[in-house]
């Protein structure tokens, strides 16, 4: 197996993995922030206030994007097994 190919396959697994959990952490740090900002301008420190909005976000982006976010890994792994006898070479 060729250095190049060793690289795209690091590159595919970097971006499959980027792209199965970008849109949940994206949605996360988002409320996150939010919440904080909240919590700053209410002057309520209360650590676990921020779990539940967090929670809900991750819950809701999986339901709706859990299907897309499945169908590129399954893909992935397709693309990797159909390949495997020319990586062993």
Not at 24 to 36: D, K, Q
Request: aromatic letters at 10%; glycine letters at 6%.
């Amino acid at each position: 197996m060729d250095d190049s190919v060793v690289l795209e396959l690091c590159r595919q697994a970097f971006l499959a993995a980027l792209y199965s959990s970008g849109p949940i952490l994206a949605t996360v740090l988002v409320i996150g922030i939010a919440v904080s900002i909240l919590q700053a301008i209410t002057q309520v420190q209360e650590a676990t206030l921020t779990f539940l909005p967090k929670m809900l976000g991750a819950g809701l982006v999986v339901l709706f994007g859990g299907y897309w976010m499945l169908e590129h890994l399954v893909s992935f792994t397709l693309q990797l097994f159909a390949n495997l006898p020319h990586y062993a070479r």
